[in-house]
């Protein structure tokens, strides 16, 4: 579905899943919205469901390759963990519409396609439990649930959707800096603690 016509139909089905909800659109509102026939439509579509499963491939591609690249630097978990909330908070606030539908909407999806979008949430959250789990070894965090930890920024980061707006008092980089200040402050050991900590992990590494 490339060309002008096919990105028109994309962003047209981004805005009206936004605006109605994906049940309550039909293939005839988008195409009525974009100046064709219905059956015109189905020469850039298989499917309502197909429209859908594009929006969130767009969104979990958005979401995944940067990550990757953050979680595969050189770099103290502390700060690996902090490129990632920061990386989450933007990618949602700058793309409202996209996550807007990809977060209320993909639970439409059937079949494969469903399977697929549920694998590659896991991959992502797996490497937020990843980082989570170095900086506990490596004595920057204190020992929690790098599972609930995980969950608690997607949690936080996610309903973002519902109640963020550009033109809104607090930028995206605002809101970032603000949850990072949080989490990081229920993440992280004192002074004291991650002292004796780094000793530890200093004495378990092979010599």
């Known amino acids: 579905m490339g060309g002008s016509r096919g990105k028109e139909i994309l962003e047209t089905a981004i805005r009206l899943f936004r605006e109605k909800g994906y049940h309550a659109t039909s293939v005839q509102d988008i195409a009525d919205q974009v100046g064709l ?15 859908l499963a594009r929006i969130i491939a767009e969104g979990l591609q958005g979401y995944a390759q940067a990550l990757e690249e953050i979680v595969a630097q050189p770099l103290p978990a502390r700060e690996r963990f902090a ?12 793309n409202l519409g996209i996550y807007t ?25 797996a490497l937020f439990e990843r980082t989570i789990r170095e900086g506990i070894a490596r004595g920057e965090f204190r020992p929690v649930s790098p599972r609930l930890a995980a969950m608690a920024v997607f949690g936080a ?46 004495r378990a590494e092979p010599s």
């Open 157 to 202: 980061g996610n309903w973002l959707y519902q109640w963020f707006s550009p033109e809104g008092r607090l930028s995206a980089a605002e809101v970032a800096e603000a949850y990072l200040d949080l989490f990081l402050k229920g993440l992280e050991l004192g002074p004291a603690k991650r002292e004796v900590a780094g000793v530890a992990a200093t």
């Open 83 to 94: 490129r990632a909330v920061r990386h989450h908070i933007s990618m949602i606030a700058e």
């Open 101 to 125: 539908v990809f977060l209320r909407e993909r639970h439409a999806l059937t079949g494969q396609q469903r399977r697929l979008v549920a694998a590659s949430m896991r991959h992502y959250q």
């Open 37 to 51: 026939q219905k059956g015109s439509l189905y020469h850039y579509i298989t499917s309502k469901e197909e429209l």
